[in-house]
């Protein structure tokens, strides 16, 4: 995986999950929605989608990129997953990019043109039109650049 791209997701992490939460659970690979620093809801088996069922968002998203519970298994038959563990999560996510066609404009350090066209993935990106709590741009650029992203 190259820098940029690594930085990427180290970046949709830390708009996801919030780098309170990433510094003390597995890098936010166990991690449940509804989670705050001060209360995580973690789980433990990575064999699979926890679907554990926040009322409060109403959403069983989990991990370290916050996927929903639904497509779980047609990603996880797509990609041949063996599970829900950090490496399937990681490939799960690189496979949302490449569905955004955001992997080149990662690739040359084009960053606002990467997050926009995956806005419509990660509800804490910018633009992203859910309802819930939206990042600024410039944090997120900051969190990218802090991984070891380069901006063209």
């Known amino acids: 995986m ?7 997701l180290d970046m949709i992490a830390w708009s996801e999950i919030g780098p309170a ?7 936010g690979y166990d991690v449940c929605v509804g989670s705050t ?7 433990t088996d990575y064999s699979t989608h926890p679907r ?3 009322p409060a968002t109403n959403s069983d998203a989990a991990g ?3 996927f929903m519970g639904r497509y779980w ?3 996880q038959v797509q990609l041949s997953l063996p599970d829900f563990g950090p ?4 490939k799960w996510c690189v496979q949302l990019i490449r569905e955004c066609h955001a992997l080149d404009d990662i690739e040359a350090g084009q960053f606002e043109a990467a997050v926009a066209k995956c806005a419509s993935r990660w509800a ?4 992203a039109g859910y309802g819930q709590h939206e990042n600024q741009i410039a944090a997120l650029r900051a969190a990218y650049q802090a991984a070891g992203g380069v901006l063209a």
């Open 2 to 8: 190259s820098p940029n791209l690594k930085a990427f």
């Open 21 to 27: 939460l990433l510094a003390i659970t597995d890098n």
């Open 37 to 43: 620093p001060e209360h995580p809801i973690r789980f």
């Open 52 to 54: 554990r069922h926040d």
């Open 64 to 66: 370290r990129y916050q």
């Open 73 to 75: 298994p047609s990603y």
């Open 87 to 90: 490496a399937s999560q990681d």
């Open 124 to 127: 804490s990106l910018p633009g």
